[in-house]
């Protein structure tokens, strides 16, 4: 899309809700500031034409046998906008990729539905349809549908309750518009500070480096201050709440009384603040701090678990396990050459399970395995055994989070185990990486990039084996860790 002038975009509420700063710095960012930027990836390229593929293929099959007619020439903004009216007041039942424009606000949405129901052009009006490669509907999506369903009600004269997404499985999702307005005015209401000029005060979220381009921008400005944006898990509303109250700074928050401001403002309450005040105090000496015992009690034998998988395509292609026996480590992978082969490896994954012992724990780091099992399993079905390796589980990340108290800004295993002394050997280094590195094994046929992931996964594995063993080593007791640590010095991890 063209665009002439400021406008308020669509784009502008994912980017808001990925790094605040990213729609103020894609407005006023300096020459200087602009060196900073990331670039797409060829990937993050390659996906986005995947997404208008993808999308053009939903609604071919979807809507098959119906009239549907583009608004989209790429001309500019204002043309496109005074195409999509013009086929609006035509009346045309399904309007692909039109512009709806007013004042300094403008969208695209996917589809625009003709429904029966007066508006100013007539006895009908329409209703804004997405198509998303999503399960669910985010919030987000709905940020966008009430934006386009707001720019609609100022053209037709008659707000569309109903927006829906239609997701990657092919089901519509509509919700209630009217319910989630005032939220959304809420967002207009900061998003037009920002085009206004208006810096947000500093944020600093895992999203702003992986999805946004301004992360380094993020990272420099609070640490510019030592800003509290640096405290761990703490959100946007948390942080108004403590500036509002005078604590802008992590020394201000390592010298708060949470007693004091249990409840002074909605949200704030003695505990959270507990957390906070300790991440800030962990932050200002470098000190880690085992809050309580973590009680590991492992059963039977030990194993770790990691999956690689390609979310463009929704495919799990990589099950990485490290098992701890006596004799030694081992690992084991199942692999899915190929994206058709994920049944199969998930046959065999079952196999596998059927020779386990009867007994033993299996680690993980977060809970994304324990869904992508579930996800599986409705599609290809699951087994006693299954549900034995669930019921043996024990999330690693919860653990930690839940006693131990880092110096880091972050708490991945990508930030934790390198803090601890952990190095991966893989010229991969992050799954975003692993998902670019298989799409491109997918066409090269390279086995050296698979012996790369597969390597990968390795240490993946490897690095949650390295952080139980740290936990039953280091965090037997509550007690704190200054430097210079007990355990190896760790590599920098931010």
Not at 8 to 17: R, V
Request: glycine share 6%; hydrophobic share 35%.
């Amino acid at each position: 899309m063209s665009l002439h002038r400021d406008y308020l975009t669509a784009s502008d509420f994912y980017h808001f809700l990925q790094c605040p700063h990213w729609p103020y710095y894609d407005r006023f960012a300096t020459a200087e500031e602009q060196k900073l930027r990331r670039e797409p990836t060829q990937s993050e390229l390659d996906r986005r034409e995947d997404g208008i593929a993808h999308e053009q293929q939903v609604i071919a099959k979807l809507f098959s046998g119906k009239e549907i007619i583009e608004a989209r020439n790429e001309r500019d903004a204002e043309h496109d906008a005074e195409a999509t009216l013009t086929l609006m007041k035509q009346g045309v039942s399904l309007i692909y990729q039109g512009t709806l424009t007013f004042g300094d606000w403008t969208g695209r949405p996917d589809l625009l539905e003709r429904r029966d129901g007066p508006s100013v052009f007539g006895d009908w009006h329409y209703v804004p349809v997405d198509v998303k490669s999503t399960h669910h509907l985010e919030k987000y999506q709905k940020l966008q549908l009430v934006f386009y369903a707001s720019l609609l009600e100022r053209i037709q004269h008659r707000f569309p309750s109903e927006p829906a997404i239609i997701n990657r499985d092919g089901l519509r999702m509509p919700f209630f518009a009217e319910e989630f307005v005032p939220e959304f005015e809420g967002f207009v209401a900061e998003l037009e500070q920002i085009r206004a000029g208006e810096k947000p005060d500093p944020v600093l979220r895992k999203s702003c480096n992986d999805s946004g381009p301004w992360g380094k921008l993020c990272l420099r400005d609070a640490q510019a201050t030592n800003d509290i944006a640096l405290l761990y898990n703490v959100d946007v509303k948390k942080l108004r709440l403590l500036r509002d109250l005078g604590i802008r700074t992590i020394d201000d928050a390592a010298k708060m009384n949470p007693i004091v401001l249990d409840g002074a403002a909605l949200g704030l309450r003695e505990h959270g603040l507990s957390v906070m005040k300790r991440q800030a105090q962990s932050l200002q000496t470098q000190s880690v701090i085992v809050r309580e015992p973590v009680s590991l009690n492992t059963r039977g034998l030990e194993i770790h678990f990691d999956i690689e998988s390609d979310p463009p395509n929704d495919v799990d292609y990589l099950y990485g396990f490290l098992l701890r026996y006596a004799t030694g480590d081992e690992y084991k992978a199942f692999v899915a050459r190929r994206l058709e082969d994920e049944g199969d490896m998930w046959k065999s994954f079952l196999a596998w399970l059927e020779t386990l012992p009867p007994e033993y724990t299996v680690y993980h780091f977060a809970n994304y395995e324990v869904n992508r099992l579930s996800i599986l399993e409705q599609r290809y079905g699951g087994s006693p055994w299954l549900d034995l390796f669930r019921s043996s589980m024990v999330d690693l990340k919860e653990l930690t989070t839940h006693s131990i108290t880092f110096p880091l800004y972050f708490y991945g295993l990508k930030n934790i185990a390198p803090f601890l002394g952990f190095t991966w050997r893989s010229d991969v280094k992050g799954g975003s990486q692993s998902v670019d590195v298989f799409e491109t094994y997918l066409e090269t046929r390279d086995e050296a990039l698979l012996d790369s992931i597969i390597l990968y996964n390795e240490d993946d594995v490897r690095a949650t084996a390295h952080l139980k063993d740290w936990l039953a080593a280091y965090a037997k007791k509550a007690t704190v860790h200054e430097l210079p640590y007990p355990w190896e010095l760790p590599q920098l991890p931010l």
